[in-house]
T-cell receptor, first 114, second 117 residues
Framework: LAKTTQPISMDSYEGQEVNITCSHN???????ITWYQQFPSQGPRFIIQ???TKVTNEVASLFIPADRKSSTLSLPRVSLSDTAVYYC???????????????FGKGTKLSVKP | GAVVSQHPSWVICKSGTSVKIECRSL??????MFWYRQFPKQSLMLMAT?????????EQGVEKDKFLINHASLTLSTLTVTSAHPEDSSFYIC?????????????FGPGTRLTVT
């Protein structure tokens, strides 16, 4: 499984766009990139997954360059409630994949201030 | 999205006793369930994978005789922490995976906080 590297923490202010970058230099051809959000004492919540280029949903956008060695989760206009830990996972995708054993890295703790 | 529940949401037990945690998929059939453990300020660590009707597969370093996993139905998996000790105090999270239409989807439960005194 490809190892991921993310910043340990990030600070932002309400209303700003937040971009969290994840490095995954050893990503395999079949690997997808998935991001989860976790609030304290709660289970992780799926945010977005993608394979290449750009994926957008109602919550976030995911940018993946052509070499796929990194990816960026973009959260538009964050609010205080977006304060959480964000995990970047590389491997079999939770949606549509065949395995399901999601391996979590250290994650990025995002703090949104008023 | 689909709902996965865990019961109890928190539990306190005495050292040496056993504790059972339930994980249920409420509106879909989970052919596979995963159990994770998360210590404070750390990431989730996969403990084991269980497929309905078969024995669980444990990750390296996880004692199968201490963490008993049963996946007897497509909607229920249980994790029993046997002879619990204070170092077993942690946040236990399950994840359920099943077919939704023609592809698989996977959802996490809300977690169970175990405190061993």
């Amino acid at each position: 499984l490809a190892k991921t590297t993310q910043p340990i923490s990030m600070d932002s202010y309400e209303g700003q766009e937040v971009n969290i970058t994840c490095s995954h230099n050893n990503i395999a051809t079949n690997d997808y990139i998935t991001w989860y959000q976790q609030f304290p004492s709660q289970g992780p919540r799926f945010i977005i997954q993608g394979y290449k280029t750009k994926v957008t949903n109602e919550v976030a956008s995911l940018f993946i360059p052509a070499d796929r060695k990194s990816s960026t989760l973009s959260l538009p206009r964050v609010s205080l409630s977006d304060t959480a830990v964000y995990y970047c996972l590389v491997g079999d995708p939770p949606r549509g994949g065949s395995q399901g054993n999601l391996i979590f890295g250290k994650g990025t703790k995002l703090s949104v201030k008023p | 999205g689909a709902v996965v529940s865990q019961h109890p949401s928190w539990v306190i037990c005495k050292s040496g006793t056993s504790v059972k945690i339930e994980c249920r998929s409420l509106d879909f059939q989970a052919t596979t369930m995963f159990w994770y453990r998360q210590f404070p300020k750390q990431s989730l660590m996969l403990m084991a994978t269980s497929n309905e009707g078969s024995k669980a597969t444990y990750e390296q370093g996880v004692e199968k005789d201490k963490f008993l996993i049963n996946h007897a139905s497509l909607t229920l998996s249980t994790l029993t922490v046997t002879s619990a000790h204070p170092e077993d105090s942690s946040f236990y999270i399950c994840s359920a995976r099943g077919l939704s239409g023609s592809s698989y989807e996977q959802y996490f439960g809300p977690g169970t906080r175990l405190t061993v005194t």
